[in-house]
């Protein structure tokens, strides 16, 4: 069984940047982080494979967040920059050894683990 802890989320003003993290109790496995809003369905940020060469973004984000991975110390992390209102979420690190997932990166149903979410708020 695969376990994540998401931390790092706070209050943050619009502009700001903010890192969440993701402690994984394994490191062989691919990751992708998704953001839950109230009210809407959780949506795909971004996501990288186990061994740390690609990457990949939804458009909402693209640019402005970065997700990297530290193997070593088993931690997923999601930087993010120049904040917005609109980026206001519980934000989710999820998990698949599926060697296929990038055919459908950015669904939900592709990840078989998921942490139990940081909530992140961008004040305007």
């Known amino acids: 069984q695969v376990q994540l802890v998401e931390s790092g989320g706070g209050l943050v003003q619009a502009g700001d940047s903010l890192r969440v993290s993701c402690s994984a109790s394994?490191?062989?496995?691919?990751m992708a982080w998704f953001r839950q809003a109230p009210g809407k369905q959780r949506e795909f940020v971004a996501a990288?494979?186990?061994?740390?060469?690609?990457?990949y973004y939804a458009d909402a984000v693209k640019a402005r967040f970065t997700i990297s991975r530290d193997n070593a110390k088993g931690t997923l992390y999601l930087q993010m920059n120049s904040l917005k209102p609109e980026d206001t979420a519980a934000y989710y690190c999820?998990?698949?050894?599926?060697?296929?997932?990038?055919?459908?990166?950015?669904?939900?149903?592709?990840?078989?683990?998921w942490g139990q979410g940081t909530q992140v708020t961008v004040s305007s």
């Open positions: 999820a998990a698949t050894r599926d060697s296929y997932f990038w055919t459908s990166v950015n669904m939900v149903g592709t990840y078989d683990y």
């Open positions: 394994v490191s062989n496995i691919h």
């Open positions: 990288i494979n186990w061994r740390n060469e690609n990457t």
